[in-house]
């Protein structure tokens, strides 16, 4: 198991490598750089900032010089937020979203899993008619949409929560709601899914033959098998959540780091965009692990 | 599809607002809530350029020189804008002479010296900086070549930076010396780069010397908390030198989304807040909060740039058919919800140099334009390459695209393709001058018309995406650049501009308004058309709070 692991964790770095290489490619050949604005700088201005952050050496230089400051812990400065390093932002911007990102994550397994085997063992009854037609409408409706929907209801309407900001627990809700809805959504429809599929095997029968008890049946064999296709999912929704979504953060004026990974983008922001994308692949390969060992303990035959 | 959700979503919330129950506000405490929409990238004076960033630098720094409600230049650490009168200037208009007031000190009681000037001035033409607003500074004496220094040594960046010609000649008198005599040169000095900064503070803490703890300034306001992403906290400056402000808090929250920070405002959460664009009739129809708004002119123009270098926008009489098939008060009207104003002419109303008449001749006038697009060899369009119009698909422009592209169907019978384009591709193609005609917006980084035609218009300019190249123009521009005699410059910018609104380099759309809405119990509240992101931010020491 241990060498497994420290093969796995090995097998992380040709991964970082390879996304940044791709994406240190990709941010140079989009048009436009980090000094093109509206108000165009002088052009010794834009010699001096080039300068500064290393920009005036040639592209296929400034890779290495990346990959070496990495090496060392430098993440390097932003182009945007010029007095503070890559890594301080990240940093301190993660705690906040990972807070949201949890939250909205435990919500979207609180909820979205038992509507899911509830729509499942209530096949074409009411109940999974209403279950899997709030699971399409959350799953439908854009982050934003639900956002202002929630903001105009708690926050304006019922006057019950702030609009926004971060620090108490009245602010962390309707956010946490807007970002675990489609999660939750998505996760009732999978479960549903594979309950259904689940119930329709072999072993459940022979379980029922058994004369096992309805209740045994669902929670012996139904649940536990049908959860595995969820887990694989859990890793990359963990991850999504945990490294933030820049609209929900904007909406709801959250300090945390989802804002930074599309501002970068817009900015054009290099140091910030390789840091945000090396930060996010790191987070995703080891959800990813974490989730392949889970899949093992929940199924032997992966095991091998 | 987002702004037709906002709209809606909004137009909800009115309903909804309407029969929520008020809101108590904070009691006549004397503290300000505003929204700066976004985390400054820096506090730094030498670094700062987005407006978000110099509204707080306003409040926490003074400069020699500052700006009258009317934009007219007056003394704040100085004891007096120089001239030629009080022996300010020289003769030859090269030197300037600033002579600080007694008294003057920073928010740790220090006092404020020349020498804190002459070091923010030099260390904003550090190459090391990368001071985006240095070659603003170029007209002083030695400034370029320090700022452009590249591979030189430390021993010859010293002696470069040495040459640059600000020097304190003793702890109350600063000597800058000009390349060339230019009268606006006073304006930057009333800007926020020109501030004086604490050396040090700089030395001591370096990139960090604006986090609260020693974020030293001379302004009535100091930051004494910096909530990154969250909101910054300014309170009174116990060691202001001048007349103490009436507010003992502004706190500055940075709501990105203008909706939010919208229902932010009718929640009372906030004192002041922007209408977002396409809900202004709605809020001017609404019976409380249409007493709440403030509006006024923004220095600002809008314009669509031709470019004059490619075909065929180098013919000039297609440039004015187009100009005169454009209706601009139709466009203020149905796309602007009537807040703005039309533009003929580039010069903002406000500024200096504004001249109402000017460009009239191109009002909407669509037999004129056909006759003319005809006259321009293209009868009814035949003949005319397909024209593309490019924009930067952000806020409001894909309407003002498909205005365009309505006005040119229905009065030339022109089809126009529209090309959308991420900001950054869009600026660097238009920094390029690779566009063929584009949306253009340009707001006053000074009051003088030196900002707006020689940047703008004169040949070879970093600033002339148009192309547009007139000799005489160039002339007139450099004359008015160094006339001293007021009334001579406005003479000679009011030739320069006719000429250049005549040759029609781009069609004048509309100049800004700011449309804002503010609580009634906050008063005192100051507004000019230089304002930064935050209405009044010149002047937020004389608002206050009214019991309510």
Known sequence: MLVYLAGRLLWIIPVLLGVSLITFLLMHLVPGGPWDMDKPLASEVVENLNRKYGLDKPVWLQYPVFLANILRGDLGVSYTYQDRGVAEIILSGLPVTATLGLLAFLFSILVGPPLGVLAAVRHNSWVDYVSVGLATVFASIPGFVLGLILILVFAVGLRLLPTGGWGTVEQVLLPALALGALPAAYNARIVRASVLDVLRQDYIRTARAKGLSETMVHSRHVLRNALIPLLTVLGPELAALVTGSFIIETLFSIPGVGRFFIQAVFARDYALIMGSVLFYALVIALLNLIVDILYGIVDPRTRS | ?548
Request: charged letters at 25%; glycine letters at 8%; aromatic letters at 10%.
């Open chain 2, 1 to 548: 599809m987002r702004a037709i959700v906002a709209a809606i979503a909004l137009t909800l919330l009115l309903a909804v607002t309407a029969c929520s129950p008020a809101v108590s506000g904070p009691g006549t405490s004397q503290v300000l809530r505003l929204n700066l929409s976004g985390e400054p990238a820096t506090l730094d004076p030498a670094r700062a350029s987005w407006a978000g960033e110099v509204a707080v630098i306003r409040q926490v720094f003074q400069g020699l020189l500052g700006f009258n409600h009317d934009l007219t230049l007056r003394p704040v650490v100085a004891q007096e804008v120089p001239s030629a009168a009080n022996g300010g200037i020289s003769p030859d208009g090269r030197t300037l002479l600033f002579r600080l007031r007694q008294g003057v000190r920073w928010s740790d009681g220090e006092p404020v010296t020349a020498r804190d000037f002459e070091y923010g001035l030099k260390r904003l033409l550090d190459p090391a900086i990368g001071a985006r607003y240095a070659s603003f500074y170029y007209a002083i004496v030695g400034a370029r070549e320090y700022n452009t220094a590249k591979d030189t040594d430390d021993a010859g960046k010293s002696a470069l930076r040495d040459r640059v010609g600000v020097r304190a000649l003793d702890d109350r008198t600063l000597e800058i010396r000009l390349a060339e005599p230019r009268y606006s040169f006073l304006h930057l000095m009333a800007l926020w780069p020109a501030y004086p900064v604490r050396r040090d503070m700089i030395e001591k803490y370096g990139d960090r010397w604006i986090e609260p703890a020693t974020y030293i300034g001379n302004g009535p306001f100091k930051v004494t908390e910096w909530a990154h992403q969250d909101h910054i906290t300014l309170e009174t400056n116990a060691n202001y030198w001048g007349t103490r402000p009436k507010l003992d808090k502004l706190v500055l929250r940075m709501v990105k989304d203008e909706n939010v920070a919208y229902v932010s405002y009718l929640r009372g959460e906030l004192e002041l807040a922007a209408v977002p664009a396409g809900n202004e009739k709605a809020v001017m129809e609404d019976g409380a909060l249409s007493k709440e708004i403030v509006r006024y002119n923004a220095l600002s123009t809008f314009a669509l740039q031709f470019n004059l270098k490619v075909a065929p926008f180098d013919n000039k009489k297609l440039r004015q058919a187009i100009a005169l098939a454009v209706d601009r008060d139709s466009f203020i009207s149905k796309v602007r919800s009537g807040v703005g104003r039309p533009a003929y002419s580039w010069v903002p109303p406000g500024m200096p140099g504004h001249d109402p008449a000017l460009g009239k001749q191109y009002s909407f006038n669509p037999p004129q334009a056909r006759q003319l697009l005809a006259e321009a060899g293209y009868p009814e369009g035949k003949g005319l390459p397909a024209l593309k119009f490019q924009y930067s698909d952000v806020g409001a422009n894909k309407t003002i695209g498909e205005f365009l592209q309505a006005q040119l169907k229905e009065n030339l019978g022109i089809p126009l393709a529209l090309e959308p384009m991420e900001p950054r591709a869009f600026s660097q193609m238009v920094n390029e001058r690779k566009h063929t005609w584009a949306f253009f917006g340009w707001n006053a980084d000074y009051p003088d018309p030196d900002n707006w035609l020689s940047e703008i218009f004169a040949s070879g300019s970093r600033l002339n995406s148009t192309g547009y190249s007139n000799a005489r123009f160039d002339e007139l521009v450099q004359r008015a650049k160094a006339e001293t005699e007021p009334q001579k410059r406005l003479a000679l910018w009011s030739e320069a501009q006719r000429m250049m609104v005549d040759d029609v380099p781009a069609v004048f759309l509309y100049h800004r308004e700011r449309f804002f809405l503010k609580k009634p119990y906050v008063l005192g509240l100051t507004t000019t058309g230089m304002d930064g992101l935050i209405p009044g931010d010149f002047f937020l020491g004389q608002v206050y709070i009214a019991p309510h």
